[in-house]
């Protein structure tokens, strides 16, 4: 950690500054330039961390060099981890699919969309029971309803289900019924969703924040981390931007690219959200693959025009086939393996509850 | 709400249209341009409003001519709602004065702030218990212990006090303890806390999300509004910005305005999580209560070095009292009455618990 | 300058950045902390301020201590600028009204709006003659002719003009019709023109860009200033935002504030352009007063659905003229001159072409 | 173009508007909605477009339906561009790859890069000999006699030159020396430097500004095709973001896709401003190919810690030469045509000066 002193910081307060640096077990080794005293702190930077240093008089800035992340870190754990997901894996060089409706509206259209998803190439089926709507009036979810409808779906054509959770209260619930537990975008920095979803034992998909910046996310993966559960699998689905005519948000490629640098976390992409606009989708989605995101969360709906949620913006079943085609000569490129469906079926049966 | 067709729509898709609108029980006008054919739609537009008329082929934009809040909009208040908190007015010509430390610390520094910030002319005494700290590794705040600390410190001050609920199962045991619940801007958009805030019978600060637009705030309040509690106070705290090396967010004091002509509710305006700065802050809080706020939340530390959080966006009292001074002659330019600190005392000690 | 290495730095590395350092006649201090090494440069930081150290290798990050401005920093005129536009001031506790049309239409519209804005309290007259607009077959202004009413409109009123220049070729030609040149939003980066309007003697009016930090901002001034013409008047005119619906830009009230602590140069506020908004034109110009803007830039137009740019966003003179008031009583409040019309009418004659 | 009108709108109002649009030779045909009244215009658009209906009193809305621009648009062109830089074509099944250092610093230097991204397999060589640099301080670039450096490299190795032209008074001296000009980001606005490059007979490069929604971007190429150049080739580098501890800029990769449809014209992505960090750039370059970019720009230096400009986001040639590699397996996928070094030697040469 760096503290940079004001320009006319006195002697008193750099003293200060060097006494509270060695009050709690730490060195500072001073550096007096023409127009700045800067102030380096020797030892372990974290018992240091959450001293409010910035608050103390004379105190320009204070600039850490560790981030505030360790178990998310690439640090921590070099080779990229591998998040199983009964049996389908993730990361390294697994290139997961992720597919079906935004809402799990009833059993039969969740049979139809399920079989066309794994038809196509799909891997895991999604499916929301718990949807944090923004209007207060627009459909909730089927709730536990729902999650019987995705667990039979899923059952039916073998594929592990992922379902979103909104409510600590539910958490246990969901982890009944699902193989991976969703934290929405809305709900990143919820800390108390966080820390209960770090108390099962199933893998998370943990979706980036329209306002989060990538230490945001890694922080948020982290509180799920410290709690024990070591399965987490990030999401990029855009951030706030101001071309609302072009996309509902920015699809920020960049961010997979740096976030496989600095962590050693699996991170997907889901251009359904992240754009909004079944047309732009394929794109931003083999876009995502290129910048080497390990796996693809796709919308899918065969009767959007029905749909009780964001019907718009789904693929048919079709599209997402094609897609799906494309994508995997994309993996074949950047050497990872996208499953083919039917060994698929075959290796993830028998974890399959 | 209005249905701009494509350019190349056939007319077998403008009968799809025309067919599921009346079967909502709604009437379609269709006017036929050079270049467009719109469909007008007469009825009462909510029955349509979830309608995914956009995923019906041929559709290019749905405009809807109503906003998607019904209880917040000013329409359903044409009068500016006055909220009270245990006796403290906000709204109308009642201007607000919430004051306090970032976190409870422990007893003797919230006595110290308490009296210090009353001593200032500030209302509402705040103060958080549970702690949304990005990091996991940071304080998290002292719980129910905090909410002791802050209601003894804010009785033997006579100020009603408020502090922040993160999760849906503490609600209760807030609403046992505060005057009023804060909902944080991390947990805007948590739908299962507003769901429960809006089922006490205490008034909600609801802080703007960093990537919320207006409508997502007024949707926000109308979750807690359409529970049964009409109590809900707004408040801008910034949003994300790109020059992060002079203001932790971008305050924006227009939207004070904005919320002020399109909602009853009242707004009031958080400088220092909106500016991070403390040379910023008395800048911005004029600067809002000049735009129309009704009451402005400032953070408060005597000892800002030794601060659990945020200390260093903290005003000193006397720097807090300088203010409320500006403030108050605001105020008065604005024919607002800032309720003098002897007569305040009194009003609010039977209302106070 | 502080040059911070990567962790897995080598000697040899090291070596080489202090060589870099000494070899243009600085010293190298160099701070071995536990987990990163730092080295501070010592000396004439502007010596090394565009020598590429960040490109060496093993060069984590390199943070300046200095701004990058110097003729714009507070510190190179402790004492706020005033700057003087044909007699009217700008700056310290002059608090400037500048106001009219957003492009000159004919000799009568300017006529009658100069009249009306200069009766209503206005101190400067404001009309394009060159419009930048963002389609080619926009009007895009009556250029010489327009300055030419302009010109003629300010000097019946007994009151500056200011315009806006957006060719470099035709900042001769302004500056012989215009008392202050502006240079727009979308030129703030047009380092050409920049460095021309540096070379004339007039003042100059430099709004800020939609994505301009305050460093650019200062910077493009700064460009002005190394020019020779001392008298760069800065404008707020609103970023970018994502909240599009409740107003054109967002409006940065706190960047007010923040300019003049790094700054000496005058900033003044264009509630019009960042909102787009009549109905928050005068709660955003109030607030820009209130965080200290040394005057307000408004667009009042008489017959707004005539007009034939941004009629939708002028004030009524009827408007402005109340607005006015308020900004008078504010001024007043915060100890601010806002010289009254017939003083300036009085005050500007003589000086006026 | 469809005018919503306000709520309590009067007759009297509607009936204003109705003439207004009847004046200029359209019909306006009513749409009374339970809520809201509409008019739709019928007749030609363009008549009315830049009518300030907005400001209409009982106006609440505009909606154009034709897009603003109209040269660029897909429409005028179904089938998608293709432009031509002395031989070497942008567009359709034509992937171009453009490289080359940041600024132009020295004969040796320039020979030596250019000679390495020839071999590597670029196309068109690229330097700058006006650098716009935020900071008057800085490298301006070596002006003219920087422009013969670039073109005797480019001469050496047959390869056309791209360069920046920043002052419409040099357009004519850059049309001289290059091959193809470059309108720069903080250009894209700078509508008196488009109409310049709308007048000379070479391809233009035109970057987007860094708050340019799509249309903006669009309605800047339009004024460029509106002067009678035909061969505007558009550019992604990058939009403000919030996240700059991960990248300079944020990459907008789902625009390239949104252009594609949107216009006819190319567009290519320039990874490197877009990010600044070298080890994002390759992944950001796939991605913007695998949305369907028409080319890659990238700045490439050998020797990056002597550059005096932007070295640190440059790539070494090594880097260079092992990202065409990938570029070339990724455009054979996606059925484009990365012409072979030796083969574009023979069909650029005589083209080319």
């Keep these: 950690m760096i503290v940079i002193l004001e320009p006319n910081v006195t002697e008193t307060q750099i003293q200060n500054v060097v006494d509270r640096i060695q009050a709690v077990g730490l060195s500072a080794h001073l550096s ?23 608050a103390l008089p004379g105190v320009s800035e204070v600039i850490p060099v560790l981030p505030p992340y360790k178990l998310a870190s690439r640090e921590a754990h070099p080779r990229g981890s591998i998040v199983e997901v009964a049996g389908v894996k993730i990361g390294g060089d697994h290139l997961a699919l992720i597919a079906g409706p935004c809402a799990v509206e009833n059993e039969d259209q969740m049979h139809r969309i399920a079989q066309a998803v794994k038809q196509a190439g799909a891997h895991i089926l999604r499916g929301g029971a718990f949807k944090p709507r923004t209007s207060p ?4 979810g089927l709730e536990e309803e729902g999650l019987k409808i995705l667990r039979a ?12 959770v909104t409510d600590p209260r539910c958490v246990g619930l969901v982890d009944e019924y699902a193989d991976m537990l969703q934290v929405g ?8 969703l966080l820390k209960e979803v770090g108390k099962v034992q199933k893998p998370v998909l943990l979706k980036r924040g329209m306002s989060a910046t990538v230490t945001d996310l890694l922080m948020s993966a982290e509180y799920i981390l410290s709690q024990g559960n070591s399965r987490v ?51 931003c989605a083999l876009a995502g693959v290129a ?9 899918v709906h065969d009767r959007p025009e029905e ?11 079709l599209q997402f ?14 050497g990872k393996t996208l499953t083919p469906t039917e060994e698929s079926n075959r290796a993830t049966t028998p974890d399959c509850r």
């Design 32 to 54: 007096r330039g023409t127009y700045r005293t800067i102030v380096g702190i020797i030892g372990d930077e974290e018992k240091i961390q959450f001293e409010p240093l910035l």
């Design 137 to 140: 009036y627009a459909f909730q």
């Design 153 to 164: 779906a899923g059952d039916a054509q073998h594929m592990p289900v992922v379902t979103e």
């Design 185 to 192: 975008a809305r709900n990143m920095q919820n800390f108390v």
């Design 233 to 283: 699998v990030l999401c990029e689905r855009g951030v706030r931007g101001f071309d609302t005519k072009i996309a509902r948000n920015l699809f920020d490629v960049a961010t997979v690219a740096a976030v496989k640098q600095l962590s050693h976390l699996p991170i997907i992409v889901d251009p359904s959200h992240a754009t909004g606009q079944p047309a732009l989708v394929p794109h």
């Design 291 to 299: 910048a080497g995101a390990d796996g693809v969360h796709i919308e």
């Design 307 to 317: 749909a009780k949620s964001d019907g718009a913006q789904a693929l048919l079943p």
């Design 321 to 334: 086939a094609a897609l799906v085609t494309q994508i995997r000569q994309l993996a074949e490129l950047f």
